[in-house]
């Protein structure tokens, strides 16, 4: 037997709001009127049929999920071809040389894009770091997607990430950016707006 | 961390086992689908290792590796198709033995699978903060700092949508 309103703000024969109720039930507040609802037959009906509803929500909830037996190890194949793969930029110094890995390479530039106000989101597209940072000797290209806030300049803010990036794998790395390719794939509200 | 950090595979190894079991159960119900969980928490991990050695470790490394499953789901939009969640246990109504209590058990099975149903109508803004704590056990101040949110927008949200689950589970019922 349903009651199509009862999980929007219904008020009940005996004024209590069947919202209060349904926060009861599904976030676990404390009643507004203990002594009420202990002996009103509106209220305790109401909390009976809400507790039904909501409890294959909590027997989902309560389910032993695990990840796939297979998972770490196809993780960890894939860490080991990029591992292997052994990508890096090499700085030749007086007394050696330096090897910079991509991921590294990558991880600045990152967080050099994500530095960036209005960019919320600046994450490597594919599965493999060399996707995103190509590396020959002292020469990086970078591609970097970006997810921009809404209402921003949208290539203004692009240009800015490849200022960024560059500046900062200079100053961090020694290494040259000759490229940035920035790829826009989302726009956001800015963070914090409910 | 540090080790990991520096390129230990076998560092790195041992934080997959830690948490992957917490991740797939994220992915899982954002997705509403095992192999598409799969992919994503794998998609994660390797992300993760690809940008560790920028990991300041600001947040805690759980944090940090759920907003990156979190985005990696944003980013997919596999989440928003409307697909048909497979059943994750052998208990689906229509392999039901005709047993005493075979109908009750359907009945809990269809149940559940409605509730999968209803948590993919919801938009990620929404699915995101109630997954995080209902499905997975985070507190608001964790849903919050894995969003980038406040606790307290991390609050508002996650109540929003578990109103919004209500209603729809009470529309279908």
Not at chain 1, 50 to 58: I, Q, S, Y
Not at chain 2, 91 to 111: C, I
Request: glycine share 8%; net charge neutral.
């Amino acid at each position: 037997m349903s009651n199509p309103a009862t999980t929007r703000d219904e008020r009940l024969p005996c004024g209590a709001h069947s919202a209060d109720l349904l926060a009861q039930v599904v976030d676990g507040a404390a009643p507004r009127d203990p002594e009420h609802q202990a002996h009103c037959p509106h209220c305790r009906a109401t909390l009976a049929y809400l507790t039904e509803l909501w409890a294959p929500v909590l027997d989902v909830a309560a389910e032993d999920v695990r990840a796939p037996a297979g998972l770490l190890q196809a993780v960890m194949s894939e860490v080991r071809v990029l591992a292997r793969a052994g990508w890096s930029a090499v700085l030749r110094e007086e007394g050696g040389q330096t090897r910079i890995a991509a991921r590294v390479v990558g991880a600045v530039a990152r967080l050099a894009a994500e530095s960036v106000p209005s960019v919320s989101l600046a994450l490597g597209g594919g599965r493999i770091a060399t996707t995103d940072v190509g590396l020959a000797g002292d020469r990086v290209v970078v591609d970097v997607q970006i997810a921009v806030d809404f209402g921003v300049s949208v290539h203004r803010v692009a240009q800015q990430v490849r200022d960024r990036i560059a500046a900062h794998l200079h100053a961090q790395t020694g290494l040259t950016t000759t490229e940035v390719n920035v790829v826009v794939v989302d726009v956001r509200l800015p963070p914090g707006t409910a | 961390m540090d080790l990991a950090r520096r390129g230990d595979e076998d560092a790195f190894a041992a934080l997959v086992r830690t948490h992957q079991d917490q991740l797939y159960r994220v992915a899982l119900r954002m997705t509403g689908n095992p192999s598409d969980a799969q992919d994503v928490v794998q998609e994660t991990f390797l992300q993760a290792w690809q940008h560790l050695p920028g990991f300041r470790g600001e947040s805690g490394f759980s944090t940090w590796v759920t907003r990156i499953l979190i985005n990696r789901c944003h980013n997919a939009r596999r989440a928003q198709d409307p697909v048909v969640p497979l059943s994750e246990q052998d208990e689906s109504a229509a392999g039901m033995p005709r047993s005493p209590g075979a109908e009750t058990l359907a009945m809990t099975a269809q149940s559940r699978d409605a509730v999968r149903r209803a948590l993919l109508e919801l938009p990620l803004e929404q699915r995101a903060p109630l997954v995080l704590t209902t499905f997975a056990g985070y507190t608001h101040a964790e849903t919050g700092r894995i969003l980038g949110i406040s606790e307290g927008t991390a609050k508002v949200r996650a109540h929003r949508a578990r109103r919004a689950l209500a209603t729809l589970l009470e529309d279908w019922r």
